[in-house]
């Protein structure tokens, strides 16, 4: 059965704070990892990552994928409170579907 | 963890007709489910919210005469895409909200549609 697994499913952190998320899944057929930032209405994209190693960077966010070890990371940086969010990670397979995560849930407080 | 099932995943229709997409929270009851369309570079767009029992509420721009949603019980809601044309293929995402429980959301897997 495909999957995918988020930690931690909650998270609170002062501004400033450098935050980890992470991201593992077991799918048949993976095709690429996709990040979003889920504020209010629709997630937001963040990321796509389909390459081994190779980290992507947006401002204080980054992310990278293991996919040796199936899993991928995304890093804030600094946080503010406007990173306060639910994390989405999700996986796409050859088979055109997609798998999401249940989400982390970050608190950013003053 | 909870379960959200599309049916059917992929679909082909010819230009003209009308293609019905059911969303199914397998293992929870849904008071609220949300249908989602997928833009290429990924971003997800709202289509509308649904609450069990009342209407649907549509974003600013989605035809509600052309998707239509219906959330008849708290496991099922249906997307229907009427007089589909080649410009509404796309790949549509539901996802069930348990009822109490604000921020979690399950996605579907998706369902592809190309129209001819």
């Known amino acids: 059965e495909d999957k995918v697994v988020q930690s931690p499913l909650s998270l609170v952190v002062h501004e400033g704070d450098t935050v980890t998320l992470n991201c593992s899944y077991e799918v048949t057929n993976f095709r690429s990892l996709l990040w979003y930032k889920q504020e209010k209405k629709a997630p937001t994209f963040l990321f796509m990552l389909?390459?081994?190693?190779i980290e992507k960077k947006s401002g204080r966010l980054s992310s990278i994928l293991d996919k040796k070890e199936l899993f991928s990371i995304l890093n804030i940086t600094a946080t503010q409170t406007g990173d306060s969010a639910v994390y989405l990670c999700?996986?796409?397979?050859?088979?055109?579907?997609?798998?999401f995560g249940p989400g982390t849930s970050l608190s950013v407080i003053p | 963890g909870a379960v959200v099932s599309q049916h059917p995943s992929r679909v082909i229709c010819k230009s003209g007709t009308s293609v019905k997409i059911e969303c199914r929270s397998l293992?929870?009851?849904?008071?609220?489910m949300f249908w989602y369309r997928q833009f290429p570079k990924q971003s997800l767009m709202l289509m509308a919210t649904s609450n069990e029992g009342s209407k649907a509420t549509y974003e600013q721009g989605v035809e509600k005469d052309k998707f239509l949603i219906n959330h008849a019980s708290l496991t099922l809601s249906t997307l229907t895409v009427t007089s589909a044309h080649p410009e509404d293929s796309s790949f549509y995402i539901c996802?069930?909200?348990?009822?109490?429980?604000?921020?979690?959301?399950?996605f579907g897997p998706g369902t592809r549609l190309l129209v001819l």
């Open positions: 999700a996986v796409k397979t050859s088979y055109d579907k997609v798998i």
């Open positions: 996802s069930a909200r348990e009822g109490g429980k604000r921020e979690t959301q399950y």
């Open positions: 389909t390459s081994s190693g």
């Open positions: 293992d929870f009851q849904a008071t609220t």
